[in-house]
T-cell receptor, first 115, second 114 residues
Framework: EPEVTQTPSHQVTQMGQEVILRCVPI?????FYWYRQILGQKVEFLVS????????KSEIFDDQFSVERPDGSNFTLKIRSTKLEDSAMYFC?????????????FGSGTRLTVV | AQSVTQLDSHVSVSEGTPVLLRCNYS??????LFWYVQHPNKGLQLLLK??????LVKGINGFEAEFKKSETSFHLTKPSAHMSDAAEYFC????????????FGTGTQLKVEL
């Protein structure tokens, strides 16, 4: 069964450093997403991406965040200057359609720890 | 606006007994509804989805859910719990035709005891 692959599975970084979280969506999917889950809290929407553009973003997705699809397979989330409160599990997801008629497939997540 | 309320943060059942995880939603439009499961240190796995077809939806591992518009509910059930069902379960809503953002519930931790 096709999978969404995320790397690394764990990342520890110092406050103020830049991090890039990587995702390889399912090959025939066109819509890509990032979500995050702070420990003990809800899974929260960050951003959706289609046709090389951001479709929608949440209030959390401020100027320190950016997304990119640098080639035909990778989808990345960059945090420019990490803060302690960015520590969370970050999930990448992809879908064939935007409305979820065929579901959304999530990756296993990257656990980011900012120290 | 859309929202999801999972009524129980923790549910504990004995192996072999029925499972009921409750979910109520709020949506101004026709929603798509999903249940995802997260096992420890694993990603989010889709259990089942409702997208305005049959109101009783069957998913993987013997789980099913019924969409009840009059009660704005989408409860998850399984006739007989197995130890491997112990995990966190998330009820999720997405607006049909209203965008592609998923809104998650706070999750229900299911514990299965011998």
């Amino acid at each position: 069964e096709p999978e969404v692959t995320q790397t690394p599975s764990h990342q520890v970084t110092q406050m103020g450093q830049e991090v890039i979280l990587r995702c390889v969506p399912i090959s025939n999917h066109l819509y890509f997403y990032w979500y995050r889950q702070i420990l003990g809290q809800k899974v929260e929407f960050l951003v959706s991406f289609y046709n090389n553009e951001i479709s929608e973003k949440s209030e959390i997705f401020d100027d320190q965040f950016s997304v990119e699809r640098p080639d035909g397979s990778n989808f990345t989330l960059k945090i420019r200057s990490t803060k302690l409160e960015d520590s969370a599990m970050y999930f990448c997801a992809s879908s064939v359609q935007p409305t979820g008629a065929y579901g959304y497939t999530f990756g296993s997540g990257t656990r980011l720890t900012v120290v | 606006a859309q929202s999801v309320t999972q009524l129980d943060s923790h549910v504990s059942v004995s192996e072999g007994t029925p499972v009921l995880l409750r979910c109520n939603y709020s949506s101004s439009y026709s929603p798509s509804l999903f249940w995802y499961v997260q096992h420890p240190n694993k990603g989010l796995q889709l259990l089942l989805k409702y997208t305005s077809a049959a109101t009783l939806v069957k998913g993987i591992n013997g789980f099913e859910a019924e969409f009840k518009k009059s009660e704005t509910s989408f409860h998850l059930t399984k006739p007989s719990a197995h130890m491997s069902d112990a995990a966190e379960y998330f009820c999720v809503v997405s607006l049909t035709g209203g965008g592609n953002k998923l809104t998650f519930g706070t999750g229900t931790q299911l514990k299965v005891e011998l």
